[in-house]
């Protein structure tokens, strides 16, 4: 991509790097951060988190680059240890009767049935799950057919780790609120890839990581709250990051009040992962440097050539062509995709198999000379 040094990214001279929907490539930014703290740990070990200190001003600072990156406030963002997490906390935090659904989708990752349908084994609430008939997409309208008076939520991942299916999240909105429902986004295979202004688009909850296209490390992931929500809501499942004074109801004794704080941070859980904070903000750093509108177009640009590549040699897709359908991700099938994949590897790529095809997923870093190699070996 113009302007972008891939000099930034040393794995680039040594792999050809095509998985950033399982794990970035690892900028030398990225590697500083790490060190960073390393050093800083080896400076001021033991801190108190109660006072200021180096370790919550990462964490604050990654709060605040995340929310830029996706149009909120600080004060609408939570910090998370995965998406697993913040899907747990809204969970824990509505209020359902006997009988109450949740909706998801049976593309969407794990974390999001998972959580659902472990809570349903506990009665009270059931989830229904919408099919996609081609195995391929789902549309609002498949949902609208599942939503009864019992609906209480409705999820979804904007776009689909397995074969890079974009949601029309827009319309997704615009049913739950039609129905008087909130909705919960996964966007963790789209933020840093695909823009997303939750304010305009009045998002009720959303949830995004850092390992993928926001370039940072593992074990951090930040919730968005709308303000009303925030509110509302009292979470039943929180740590004393959660709270704003967590040591007041200690030592009086009485505990006898939560002090919830009117932001999103009255969704956190426990002690902070600063580690995680440091190599996050590294990464959104360069995503907030380079903007997410030129990155999408970069990425529309290299999945729509390997697009084209595919078809030219008669390969079938397991991802839609449709760009407004598509993250940054292009899956194509092929037998053996798995036994191809292990051998591609060996030569130096770094892809995955998933779901019967060869999954490709580029980033600002990549570049057509990466495309000719990988048709070079699949073509
Ligand atoms: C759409 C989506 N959601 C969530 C996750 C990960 O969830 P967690 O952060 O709970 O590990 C992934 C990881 O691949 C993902 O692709």
Not at 79 to 98: K, P, V
Not at 176 to 195: A, V, W
């Amino acid at each position: 991509m113009e302007g972008i040094s891939r000099d930034l990214f040393p794995i680039l001279d040594k792999k050809t790097h095509l998985n950033t929907c399982s794990a970035a490539a690892l900028s030398t930014r990225v590697r500083q951060a790490a060190i960073d703290f390393i050093n800083d740990w080896d400076e001021f070990a033991g801190v108190s988190w109660v006072m200021e200190n180096k370790w919550n001003d990462q964490v604050e600072a990654a709060r605040s680059n995340f929310a830029r990156i996706i149009g909120a406030k600080p004060e609408n963002i939570a910090y998370m240890f995965g998406n697993s997490t913040a899907i747990s906390s809204i969970m824990s935090s509505i209020n359902f009767f006997d009988g109450d659904e949740i909706i998801f989708n049976d593309l969407d990752f794990p974390s999001l049935p998972t959580n659902i349908m472990s809570r349903s084994d506990h009665g009270g609430i059931n989830y229904r799950v919408v099919n996609a008939k081609d195995g391929l997409t789902v549309t609002p309208d498949d949902y609208k057919e599942l939503i009864t008076d019992k609906t209480r939520m409705i999820t979804a991942c904007e776009v689909v780790s397995n074969t890079g299916f974009r949601i029309n999240t827009q319309e997704m909105i615009e049913l739950s609120h039609d129905k008087d429902l909130p909705i919960f986004l996964d966007t963790y295979q789209s933020t840093g890839t695909i823009p997303m202004d939750v304010k305009q688009n009045d998002v009720d909850f959303m949830a995004s990581g850092n390992l993928k296209y926001l370039l940072g490390g593992f074990g951090i992931s930040f919730l968005y709250v709308r303000d009303d929500w925030i509110e509302k809501l009292r979470p039943g499942s929180i740590g004393w990051m959660g709270v704003d004074n967590p040591f007041a109801d200690l030592y009086d004794k009485l505990r006898t009040k939560l002090h919830r704080p009117n932001t999103a941070t009255k969704f956190q859980y426990g002690t902070p992962y600063p580690n995680g904070a440091y190599a996050a903000n590294a990464g959104m750093k360069h995503i907030l440097e380079i903007g997410i509108d030129k990155i999408f177009d970069h990425n529309m640009r290299l999945t729509q050539e390997i697009i084209d590549r595919a078809m030219d040699l008669g390969f079938e897709l397991l991802t839609p062509v449709e760009k407004e359908k598509r993250g940054s991700i292009v899956n194509i099938k092929l037998d053996g995709s798995i036994e191809k994949v292990r051998v591609m590897q060996q030569e130096g790529f770094i892809l995955d198999a998933r779901a019967g095809g060869v999954r490709v997923s580029p980033h600002f870093y990549n570049n057509s000379d990466d495309v000719d190699r990988l048709f070079d070996y699949l073509g």
